[in-house]
């Protein structure tokens, strides 16, 4: 009895008056810390363990293509390249490969095997059906890319693609997009992109090596950029154009920026992967 | 109000700390687990596409 008296005769003299201005600036206070720590979250903390998951995914799905492709088939280890060579690209426009690239379709349809092997399926909504490894993005960089820009689903889980837009290798434009900033952030480094980069896109089909040519910004509402010939809007594609879009600049919606890459070459899964990114696709890195 | 809560916490100051400490781990385990990926699924995730 005494010792609850004792306490509470303690007690009541510090204990403070709860006044509502004071409880009003705790509360402002304390949704200030909570912005702080959503921000951190939202555009560090999530962006690494979202970019870890995403990576984890691709490699899931490409240990799925590997095993699927696993079964060696007659003909299917086979390489395709079109000239002019990469090295010997000038700072000029966008078609100055059409002629290589136009004949490797050509070559691969004669030829029967590359050309019909060379073709990925158009996928459903929402479904993953490809990876791309970056490695200007960095040496461990590989992220899904599934069919869709609309839903957020794809641009939640890695890359999108637009639907209506080629698929990869085909005469045309595979259009993509992911964000640069959030959500795992896939295309962050975009704009690090150097004249000859590599990037190599794994289907169940095999692998599609791109080269990286020019950089574009343009207002969010130029669509032209994902025609079959970008900015041409209705002129005949003849070129294998990789059109990747983001937002522009970091953390606005303000612009777009857009990176375009031409078609290299195209190999079997079984042939194995290019070598910059073949320790990383095996699951070996 | 946080004057009052630490008066309602039981114990010494050492332990009183304790407490708060892990009161403060799980409403932060509590936010990056639930309250900010629902707050994140509000802000809209497709403005990297161009579109009419």
Redesign the interface.
């Known amino acids: 009895m005494s010792n609850s008296g004792l306490r509470s005769e303690r ?1 009541r003299a510090p ?2 008056r ?1 006044s509502a201005l ?2 009003l600036g ?2 402002l206070v304390t949704a200030g810390l ?1 912005t702080f ?2 921000l951190g ?2 555009l560090w ?2 962006d690494i363990i979202l970019g870890s998951a995403q990576r984890d995914q691709a490699l899931m799905l490409s240990e799925k293509f590997l095993n699927a492709a696993s079964p060696e088939k007659p003909g299917s280890a086979t390489k395709v390249s079109v000239s002019p060579s990469p090295s010997s690209f000038d700072s000029g426009a966008l078609g100055a490969g059409s002629s290589g690239a136009g004949s490797v379709g050509d070559a691969g349809m004669t030829a029967g095997h590359p050309g019909s092997a060379m073709t990925t399926a158009v996928a459903g909504s929402d479904q993953k059906f490809a990876n791309v490894y970056i490695p200007r993005f960095g040496d461990d960089y590989v992220r899904t890319i599934a069919e869709g ?4 689903v794809a ?2 889980s890695g890359i ?1 693609h ?1 639907p209506g837009t080629q698929m990869p290798g085909e005469i045309g434009n595979f259009a993509l ?4 900033t ?2 795992g952030a896939p ?1 962050n480094r975009m704009a690090s992109l150097q004249l000859g980069d590599r990037i190599y896109v794994q289907t169940a089909s095999g692998w599609y090596t791109y080269v990286f040519r020019s950089m574009e910004y ?1 207002q ?4 032209a ?2 025609a079959p010939v970008p900015q041409r809007a209705g002129l005949a594609a003849q070129d294998r154009i990789l059109t990747m ?3 522009n600049p970091q953390l606005s ?1 303000a612009e ?1 920026i ?1 990176a375009y890459s031409v078609f290299d070459s195209w190999q079997s899964l079984t042939a194995g992967a290019p070598a910059p990114v073949r320790a990383l696709a095996e699951g070996r890195n | ?4 809560l630490w ?1 309602i916490l039981p114990g010494p100051i050492w332990l009183r700390v304790v407490t708060l400490t892990v009161l403060l781990a799980g409403v ?1 385990v509590v ?2 687990t639930l309250v ?1 990926p629902w ?2 699924s509000f ?10």
């Open positions: 007690n204990r403070p709860l004071g409880v705790e509360l909570f720590a959503f979250w939202q903390l999530n820009v609309d839903t957020g641009l939640r999108g637009y997009a992911a964000h640069r959030t959500f295309f343009v969010p509402r130029d669509v950029v994902t879009t983001s937002c919606a777009r857009v | 109000m946080y004057a009052a008066h932060l936010c990056l900010f707050l994140n802000i809209n995730a497709t403005e990297v596409t161009v579109k009419k």
